[in-house]
């Protein structure tokens, strides 16, 4: 038996629960891995709060990300006693995942940790600074570089957009941060941010084709943020779109694709094929400064993560949340 959150479904029930789990409620894999530290990500807090259809198959151990120790393996790529990291792949959707003291996985879904970073780094890293990463690779394959003009980061005081703001300030980019929470101005800044805009600005129906302000973005918004992002965009500008906080419509027009030249890239970081991931935490090793973790990580025990799940749905966490598996 060991500790984890479990989601339980009934036709007239759904519940989230911190609980002493079974090892025959783990999903099959052929890696078995003592969890170090996990995270509390927005999928997850969909997942546990039951805002969102995330989980597919009941019971689940919700949790996106881990690292752990591998104790038992099949796999010919690990040894026991290596240390592995995992993003998304299903995990924590239709896969037992990272919320739990205790994991079985596909060897395939695995990378070694990078010898950058501790086990708690490379979560408070975890998803949001890999896909992040991922957002920056795409506007500097797409051509945006540093002496094209501003770029917009959405979402700004969470995850992503925390480590968005970091990674590009790093690169030598100027950087607008979009967020909720305007009073968090000093906490953008220290990140990188240039200048702060409210999301209001943004999130209702605007014109087709706006003023060119911004070389590129990255969005985790989505509905009509992303479509006004696109009407905003500089002749040639790109957009990387990660995310759906505010909707998965996309009320926009052709006319900036048309008359802008623009592109809208998307990022799945979900079924990301080994080599981008290794290549993103190659580069995350290069560019992340060690007080970074400081300021964007949040620790909390499991006994924490239910009622910081809700929290984190309200809009009342900043940066990431990191889950200590140990006790």
């Given at each position: 038996m060991f500790k984890g959150i479990l989601i339980e479904k009934s036709e007239s029930?759904?519940?989230?629960r911190l609980t002493n789990i079974d090892e025959s409620i783990l999903s099959k894999g052929d890696v078995t891995v003592k969890v170090l530290y996990s995270t509390l990500n927005y999928k997850d807090a969909l997942a546990i709060t039951g805002k969102g259809p995330v989980i597919r198959n009941f019971p689940m151990i919700p949790g996106i990300d881990l690292v752990g120790v591998v104790e038992q393996t099949d796999s010919s790529k690990f040894n026991v006693g290596d240390v592995v990291l995992l993003n998304g792949f299903g995990v924590g959707e239709n896969h037992c995942g990272g919320l739990a003291q205790k994991a079985k996985l596909n060897s395939e879904w695995l990378i070694k940790l990078p010898d950058a970073f501790s086990a708690k780094q490379a979560m408070a890293i975890g998803t949001a600074g890999y896909t992040a990463m991922l957002c920056v690779i795409a506007l500097e394959k797409n051509g945006v570089t540093p002496d094209k003009g501003k770029i917009l980061v959405t979402g700004a005081n969470g995850g992503v957009g925390s480590f968005a703001i970091s990674l590009l300030s790093k690169?030598?980019?100027?950087?607008t941060a979009s967020t909720g929470r305007v009073e968090q101005s000093d906490y953008l800044k220290k990140l990188g941010a240039s200048d702060i805009i409210d999301r209001n600005t943004l999130n209702t129906a605007g014109r087709p084709l706006a003023k060119e302000q911004w070389a590129g973005a990255i969005d985790s918004i989505g509905s009509h943020t992303l479509a006004n992002i696109c009407a905003g965009l500089k002749y040639d500008g790109t957009v990387a779109a990660c995310g759906l906080a505010q909707g998965i419509d996309l009320p926009a027009s052709v006319a900036p694709f048309i008359l802008r030249g623009i592109t809208l890239t998307g990022i799945?970081?979900?079924?990301?094929?080994?080599?981008?991931?290794?290549?993103?935490?190659q580069r995350l090793a290069t560019l992340l400064e060690p007080a970074v973790f400081d300021d964007i990580c949040n620790e909390i025990s499991l006994d924490q993560v239910i009622e910081t799940a809700s929290d984190l749905i309200e809009g009342k966490v900043r940066g990431r949340v990191v889950v200590d598996l140990h006790n």
């Open positions: 029930n759904y519940e989230a690169l030598g980019y100027e950087i799945d970081s979900v079924m990301r094929p080994l080599d981008d991931r290794i290549e993103a935490w």
